[in-house]
Structure formats: structure tokens, C-alpha cells
């Protein structure tokens, strides 16, 4: 196959995200929304196959452009806000080091424009140069964490890891975890020793959305907010496409209702992580990363609106 320079050769990035167009200069253009792909899984524990999520994502939103506005929203989001796809982020194959220079140089770009920057992974590890980025422009970060896993494991043997992140993220100060939550949650961690408020999996499936709603927004607050989704906070049955599935997740309606709740939000950036498509059926697991991304532009498109 060659000695390319990055995963976007193999991945292919040839149509944007909803049919946008691709503007790989969109730090310096006149947009508002920047959509960006970051191809890379070498931090993954379970099944790789990550890196192909960007590219799958953006071929299951294909089935979201024939709707003019996006159920239940009254107004089109792509006539309030300007948006481009920025393409893949060039990744050395084998080199993390570089991989995290280059998503931080590229994403702080766009924050610093005053940009709001929506990235499609990739494992999860790639969160931690994001955060590093928006924490640059924006300060210490409320963290919205939709996971079925805390990543806070603390293992110096795991530099590169996607079970780490947010471990070292506080420890950055790039996030204050006073001031952020993680839900869906439902595997192993150490209550007593943990620095997030949590939301587990049973109470997010049995308390009503509006109560969990108003959890969030009193944690949150009026701080620059930035969510990072983990696509197996779903259950498999809504997200099988993941390299590590845990049963007993939420439903896609439910997660969208939840992120419905956080209009006027001060949101500064979001990410989709772990879609793996090799694992998926009928673009389940990738049409459910793509239209939560969605419903992230029509929170932005409605915060825009009220000014």
C-alpha cells in the first residue's frame, strides 16, 4: 500500500458530512460550524476499526439531507448557521505523538476563530488533544461525558490510551470536574475515589428526561461546555458498530431528548467517538453518531437564534 503520509488516504474523504462541501482552510472561512474527521484508533482496547468512523458517519448522513428541518426543530439549522466539512485530519500511521499535535494545532485553529467545531472519530483518546485545544481559547471546560465507560483508568503504561483521558484531563486542568458530569456510565469505577459526578446507565434509563435534563444544566451551568459521546453509551442494539459494547445502554431517543434539553447552552464543541462500521448493520451505529451530530448543530443553530 505505500509509505502514504496519513490514515485520510485509506479512509477516503471524498463528500462531506450532510453533502456540505469540504473546505480544509475552514479556520480562515466565513463559517461558524466546522465538521472535522479524525481518523485514528491505535488507543483502542477492544475491537479496532475506529478510523474508518468519520467516513462512515458522513455516509449515513446522507439519509438526514432529505429533510428540510430536522424533526422536532421548526427552522432549518443549515439557514441559521453557516457550516463546512474540514475534511480528515492528516494522521502518520503508527504515530500518536504526531496524531496529537496535529488534532490540537488543526482544532485550536478553529476555536480560536471563534469557530464551534463538531469532530467524528476515531477511539476515544482523541478527545484529550480536543479538550487540550478548547481549553486553550475557552479556559477550563464543564465536560458533558456520554460513555458506558468513565476513562479515568490511571496506568503510566497506557501514554496512548482510550481509557485514559479523563484521568489526565482534570490533572491538565483542561476540565473542571466540579462542573461536569458523565452518563450512561456501566462498568467498573471506584465511587469513592472519583472526581465526576455520574449518572449511571439504570438511573439514565428509569428517571424521567426532564429531571435528568435538569441535572445537567445545574451542573453545567454557565460555562463553556464541551460534550464528547462515546457511541456505546448506546445500547448494541441501537450502536453494535463499537469496538466495546456493554449491554443495558440508552436508546437513541433517549439520548436525543437529552441532548434536546440543552438548549442556550454555552456548547463550544462536540465529538462522536468509537463508531467502528465493520461491526455495524445497515449503518445502524453510524446513522445514530450522524444524527446526534445534527442535533448538535440544531442546539447550536437555536442558541444562535435567541443570541
Known sequence: MGGGPAFTSLVGNNFGYLGLPVDTTSADSPADVVVLGIPYDLGTSGRAGARHGPQGIRQAS???RWETRRWPWTFNALERLRVVDAGDV??????SEQMLDAVQQRAQAVFAAGKRLLSLGGDHFVTLPLLRAAHAVHGPLALLHFDAHTDTESSENSRYYHGSMFHRAPREKLVDCAHS????IRTEYDPLQHPYQVIDAAEANDLPVAEIV???RER???RPVYITCDIDCLDPAFAPGTGTPVAGGLSSDRLLKILRGLKGLQLVGMDIMEVAPCYDHAEITSLAAATLSLEFIYLLADREQQG
Open 62 to 64: 446522507a439519509h438526514l
Open 214 to 216: 435538569e441535572r445537567l
Open 181 to 184: 458530569v458523565q452518563l450512561g
Open 220 to 222: 453545567l451551568g454557565h
Open 90 to 95: 492528516e494522521i502518520v500511521p503508527g504515530e
